[in-house]
């Protein structure tokens, strides 16, 4: 019986590059495997088909030789080594294994060389004032955490010793197991994949390297720094195990509430009540600023509620920058209350002498009202 053609059999075109051959042979061995189908003889002869097929194409030289003479380049013992199971297979069949059944993944993810994983990052949560952020600031913390342990100098083995080589897995942190014809790796069940294994371990630490204590750290809040901003200050965070490279400290900023401004990126607003009297015949009032001064805002005669005065460049720096936001003061216009007899009086004879020009936004209202009653009626 003729065999295939290997590009019928992993389902892709000549054209197709590394990656589509090998997503095609990962989704087809998945389909295949006689572990997903025990005592399929059929089964068993596609993946031996398609191992065959993928273990030829993925081979630049093989697969220049297969597409110019297809089987024959072959046909002489000089060919793809039917089912064999060299490394990259045996790499790639373990990959499977890993989404298949959920493997261990990786050995070398979260470690270094020797065994030593990277410590965990830390996170800080750090509150300031608008003031302090106006200003920026540097300030002092106190963070629980791991440290290298200073007995064993982060070895976790006893001083005077040192961790030595896992002889069940001589020292690569995994180890492989045949199951049929088919090879899967796991992690060493010895060392837990560090490759190391100490004989001794450190009576201070007990063998992991590091200790729990408070450090001291001092962080610089620059100037115009915004609220949920993060500071990342790199290997300040959980030592590594076993000597391994520290983690990193993650310091997230948050404002406390002002109690005149409010903040919009660079720009800050502020509502400042006036008298009815100031709005109609005009004043001024003093404003405070963060940088703890007072500047003057001048009220025009008839200002109404709701106005708005631009400071220009009083608002918050702009962080690492020269630029600085503005300053937003809005009015609100207060009514009288509590009102003394002469007051009512003068309000009053005050409303009488009033026209539409007084009130020239209330009259024109009211008159509209007018109409619009008025042509109901009609």
Do not use: W
Request: aromatic share 8%; hydrophobic share 30%.
């Amino acid at each position: 019986m003729s065999k295939r053609d290997f590009y019928e059999v992993l389902g892709v075109s000549k054209s197709a590059d590394e990656k589509d051959l090998k997503a095609a042979f990962r989704k087809l061995a998945m389909q295949y495997h006689p572990d997903r189908n025990p005592g399929d003889k059929a089964s068993e002869a596609a993946f031996k088909e398609i191992n065959e097929a993928y273990d030829t194409l993925k081979d630049p030289q093989k697969r220049a030789a297969y597409d110019r003479f297809g089987h024959a380049a072959f046909e002489q013992g000089g060919g793809a080594g039917g089912p064999g199971f060299n490394g990259d297979f045996a790499q790639t069949m373990s990959d499977i294994f890993e989404s298949f059944f959920g493997g261990d993944g990786d050995p070398r993810r979260g470690r270094s060389a020797g065994g030593r994983e990277r410590g965990a990052d830390l996170r800080y949560n750090m509150e300031i004032t608008l003031e302090e952020a106006f200003q920026g600031k540097q300030v002092e913390i106190r963070v629980p955490t791991s440290i290298t342990c200073e007995a064993c100098s982060g070895s976790g083995a006893k001083p005077g010793t040192a961790p030595q080589n896992c002889r069940t897995c001589g020292g690569q942190g995994r180890v492989r197991a045949m199951q049929g014809f088919f090879t899967i790796e796991r992690t060493c069940p010895t060392c837990q994949g560090r490759g190391q294994v100490i004989a001794d371990p450190c009576g201070k630490c007990g063998g992991s390297g590091r200790t729990t204590n408070e450090k001291t750290l001092t962080v610089n809040i620059p100037a115009g720094i915004e609220d949920g901003t993060r500071i990342r200050l790199s290997g300040e965070g959980e030592a590594g195990a076993r000597g391994g490279p520290a983690g990193d400290l993650y310091i997230f900023i948050g404002l406390k509430p002002h109690e005149f401004f409010q903040r919009d990126g660079a720009d800050i607003y502020c509502r400042v009540p006036i008298s009815m009297t100031t709005a109609a015949l005009g004043g001024q009032f003093d404003v405070p600023t963060l940088s703890g001064e007072k500047t003057k805002v001048k009220v025009p005669e008839g200002t109404q509620a709701g106005k708005q005065f631009r400071l220009r460049g009083k608002g918050m720096p702009v962080m690492r920058s020269a630029s600085q936001g503005d300053m937003y003061i809005q009015v609100l216009v207060e009514t009288p209350r509590n009102l003394t007899r002469k007051q009512r009086e003068l309000l009053e004879e005050f409303e009488k002498a009033s026209s539409g020009e007084t009130n020239p936004e209330s009259h024109g209202f009211f008159a509209k009202v007018k109409d619009f009653f008025g042509n109901l009626g009609e």
